[in-house]
C-alpha cells in the first residue's frame, strides 16, 4: 500500500525516456504483483525450516544439505519474478522498450569493471550460470522476451 519506486538522476540522464518508462513498469510489475511480499515469505519459510531442523539435532543437515538447497530454490525463485516483471512491464509498454533497457542497463553496469568484478555483483553477471544470482542473465531475459505469448500468464502476477 506504501510502495516507492526510485530512480537515479544518472539513469534518467543517460536513459532514453522509453527506457526509464519501461524500468519503471518493470518495477511497477514487482509492486503489483507482491514480489517483496513473496520474497520475504519464501525467506520465512527457508528460515523457520533451518530452526526447525536444528532443534530437531540435524544441524549438520541443515548446514551442509538444506541451506544451500533451500538458497538455490530461493535464488530461482526470484529470478522467476524478474521474468515475470519484465513479461508485465513488456505488455504495459513495449517489448522493444524492456528490452532496449536491459540491454542499455547491462552495458552501463558492464562499464569499467572485469568479468570477475562484475560476476561479484551477482546481479547480471557473465556466468555461465546464474545459479547463485537473484536476477536472470540479461541475455536470458531478453531471449524470453522473444518468446512468442499471447496474454500474460495469470500465475505470474
Not at 547491462?106 to 546464474?130: C, E, T, W
Request: glycine fraction near 6%.
Amino acid at each position: 500500500d506504501n510502495a516507492m519506486i526510485c530512480i537515479t538522476k544518472g539513469a534518467l540522464d543517460q536513459l532514453t525516456t522509453r527506457d526509464v518508462d519501461a524500468i519503471l513498469a518493470h518495477e511497477v510489475a514487482h509492486v503489483a504483483s507482491q514480489d517483496m511480499q513473496r520474497m520475504t515469505q519464501a525467506r520465512g519459510v527457508q528460515e523457520a525450516l533451518t530452526w526447525f531442523l536444528g532443534f530437531r539435532k540435524l544441524k549438520k543437515f541443515a548446514r551442509w544439505v538444506f541451506t544451500p538447497l533451500s538458497e538455490l530454490h530461493v535464488l530461482k525463485f526470484s529470478r522467476e519474478r524478474e521474468f515475470a516483471a519484465d513479461a508485465i512491464a513488456g505488455e504495459l509498454t513495449s517489448k522493444e522498450d524492456i528490452r532496449s533497457a536491459l540491454v542499455a542497463i547491462h552495458f552501463d553496469q558492464m562499464r569499467g569493471l572485469s568479468p570477475d568484478q562484475y560476476v561479484a555483483v551477482q546481479i547480471n553477471g557473465r556466468a555461465k550460470s546464474d545459479r547463485w544470482s537473484t536476477h536472470p542473465r540479461t541475455g536470458d531475459r531478453i531471449q524470453k522476451l522473444n518468446e512468442p505469448s499471447g496474454e500474460i500468464d495469470s500465475s505470474l502476477v
